[in-house]
């Protein structure tokens, strides 16, 4: 349990604060207790929806030296709690309303529900973005010639003998973008397709510095620029997969300080799993563990996508990314069970 000690703390801190906040903005007991239970279910809704991504950042961290390891635990959890809980945001409501960040700051204390309807109305161009950044990003992982291990045999197999195709990742979401645009009323097409290609853009400019900054590693650069290359990718994939828990807790509460706050909790528990995977070695004594947090992924991404023709309620997103880990947890302690042995990678 110690890996969980300073989630503890923030925890209590952050239940504090939850609870002063509800005193101060209704001034009894029952608005305290209320942003109490609020802030609760946010955490536990963030950590839900964020399981898998402790475990791809925990695989992406184990090859990172120790010094980016630190760092990526550290300034990535202010990124991760206040840019992605506070900033970001703020920014969209700046962007769409077209006012400074100070007056988007002012809106959120002062009128949250007009706060939560700008917010709201950027749904459609975030849920592009996110969803194509996160199906890159498993479809990555799934079309690889290098991959020798297989959980779902049948897709997985057929998916690696298609690795030769150039660019097939590519063109695969770009399919799935335009089948959803096409479905998109016409005044919402053009913003739908616009983020899509902008995260698409985006996960393809974070590979790129990612090679450039491992060539430059493995060249003996003075820079440690791998680290740093890891560093942005798991910032922007972190960042991707806030998406739907910022949007989501919209549904609960309009309070932009309480969805902070228990966000924040969450935040601070999949850093803690992150550490836990990593020092013991977690996913090397699961064989298809990983397998399960890629496929939750995958199917996060297309829910993200569906988000912008329906409403996917977000205990649905969690239940799904929670049984697709735990259907790849079963499978691992099977084949160990079976086998003998704890897998290694590659085995």
Not at 41 to 59: K, Q
Not at 257 to 276: D, E, K, N, Q
Not at 286 to 314: K, N, P, T, W
């Amino acid at each position: 349990m110690h890996y969980f000690r300073w989630a503890f703390a923030v925890t209590l801190l952050g239940l504090v604060l939850a609870a002063w906040l509800g005193w101060a903005t209704y001034g009894n007991y029952a608005g305290m207790l209320s942003f109490l239970l609020i802030g609760t279910v946010l955490a536990v809704l963030e950590i839900s929806l964020s399981f898998d991504n402790a475990i791809v950042n925990a695989n992406k961290l184990k090859d990172m030296t120790p010094k980016w390891q630190r760092r990526f635990l550290t300034w990535g959890i202010l990124v991760a709690v206040f840019g992605m809980r506070i900033l970001f945001p703020l920014t969209v409501v700046a962007i769409a309303a077209k006012i400074g960040p100070w007056a988007a700051l002012k809106l959120a204390a002062t009128d949250p529900h007009q706060y939560a309807h700008i917010i709201d109305e950027a749904h459609l161009g975030i849920a592009a973005f996110g969803g194509t950044f996160l199906m890159m990003v498993a479809l990555t992982y799934f079309i690889d010639e290098g991959k020798e291990v297989d959980w779902i045999a049948a897709v997985e197999c057929q998916l690696r003998r298609c690795a030769s195709i150039r660019g097939l990742q590519i063109t695969m979401v770009l399919l799935t973008l335009l089948v959803f645009g096409m479905i998109l009323p016409g005044h919402e097409r053009a913003t739908f397709l616009f983020a899509g290609l902008f995260g698409l853009v985006t996960f393809t400019l974070v590979e790129i510095i990612g090679h450039l900054l491992d060539r430059a590693k493995e060249a003996q650069s003075a820079v440690r620029a791998g680290g740093l290359g890891a560093f942005l990718y798991l910032e922007v994939l972190d960042a991707s997969f806030s998406f739907d828990g910022v949007i989501g807790a919209f549904a609960l509460t309009q309070n932009l300080f309480l969805i902070a706050i228990g966000l924040g909790i969450g935040a601070m528990y999949v850093r803690s799993m992150t550490i836990m995977l990593v020092e013991q070695k977690t996913l090397a004594q699961f064989r298809y563990l990983e397998h399960g947090a890629f496929y939750s992924i995958l199917a996060l991404s297309v829910i993200m996508f569906a988000q912008s023709l329906v409403h996917v309620h977000e205990l649905i997103t969690g239940l799904i990314g929670a049984g697709l880990i735990l259907g790849a947890l079963w499978s691992s302690l099977r084949w160990n069970r079976v086998n003998g042995s704890v897998s290694e990678p590659g085995e």
